[in-house]
Structures are given as C-alpha cells and as structure tokens.
C-alpha cells in the first residue's frame, strides 16, 4: 500500500536508478533507426500502479524494445529480441504517443506518482514531456488519452504474454 502519510510507494535505489536511466535515454541511440526531429517522440515511460503495493514502470522505445521495472526491485528485460508481437506493440505506442503531446508538459522534475495515478512521460530530442492520467475512468471527449491508454495496455497484455511463454519454456526445460 503506498504510505499512508505520503501517498507514495516503497522504492528500492535500484528501480530509481533503472528509471532515471529509462528517463535519460539518449535519443541519439536511436539515429541509425529513424531519424528524429526535435519534438518526435522516441521513447514513452510509465508509471503505473499495479497493486496495492506494486509499482511498475513500463519503458518503450520506437525500436519496439520494451521492459517493465517494478519498485521492489524485479524487472522483466529482453523480451523484445525474442518476440515480434511485443516489438510491434511498442513501436506502436511510441510511433503514436505524439498524439497525447498537447496534454503533456515540459518538464526536469520525474517524481513517483501519488496514489493510483499513472505518470506519462514522453522522450524528445527537445526534453522530456509529462501528462498524469488519473486512475477511474478516461472521459469520452478525451480520445487520444483515451486512445493511448489503449495502446499501452497492449503492450502490457503483450508483456504478460512473453512472461507467460517463457514460463512454459522454463517449465519444459525443467522437465526434460
């Protein structure tokens, strides 16, 4: 559960530093794949509250990588070079996060969310830009919230969907 006097969830040093680093990614990685105008998005992090004491950030770039680091200092990194599904629905995401921009802010400050919030912050050549979504529901006339909101679910059921695969793999390895 998030402190009860703070709103805010327990981090370990190492899931500050992992997403600082996600945060600060240099868009210059990224030349020799697509190249970047000032105010293209190449990179989209969330926060997103999982549970009553399970904080997640979800990290995805327009090469489809995508990873998830958790609070308590878990991740789950890689699945990109093994399955196509997740790399489409991240470079998905990134490709259409421009679309939520006029929402978002520029900003220097990346603090953890409150409550059951979900931080958005997109990665530019010209800075980081951030939008809160609030948890409940996304109003109708908010469609391309809305229709990120989507999109970065997907790549969550995706992510899951590689979790699971590689379970199974795990568990036929053991067997054998």
Not at 47 to 55: R, Y
Not at 126 to 139: D, E, Q, R
């Amino acid at each position: 559960m998030p402190n009860r006097m703070t709103d805010r969830y327990n981090v370990t040093q190492k899931y500050l530093m992992t997403r600082g680093q996600a945060i600060n990614f240099p868009a210059e990685y990224f030349n020799n794949i697509v190249k970047l105008k000032k105010d293209d998005v190449f990179g989209v992090v969330i926060d997103i509250p999982m549970s009553a004491d399970v904080l997640t950030t979800m990290v995805c770039f327009i090469n489809g990588a995508a990873n998830v680091y958790f609070n308590n200092g878990g991740e789950y990194t890689g699945a990109s070079q093994r399955y196509r599904n997740l790399v489409q629905a991240a470079h998905t995401l990134v490709a259409n996060a421009s679309q939520i921009m006029p929402k978002c802010e520029k900003t220097k400050s990346y603090d953890l969310p409150k409550g059951r919030n979900n931080n958005i912050f997109l990665l530019t050549k010209n800075g980081v830009y951030k939008t809160v979504l609030a948890s409940g529901l996304i109003p109708e006339e908010e469609k391309e919230l809305r229709s990120f909101y989507v999109l970065y679910q997907r790549v969550l059921s995706e992510i899951r969907n590689c979790q699971l695969k590689d379970d199974a793999i795990r568990r036929k390895e053991a067997n054998q």
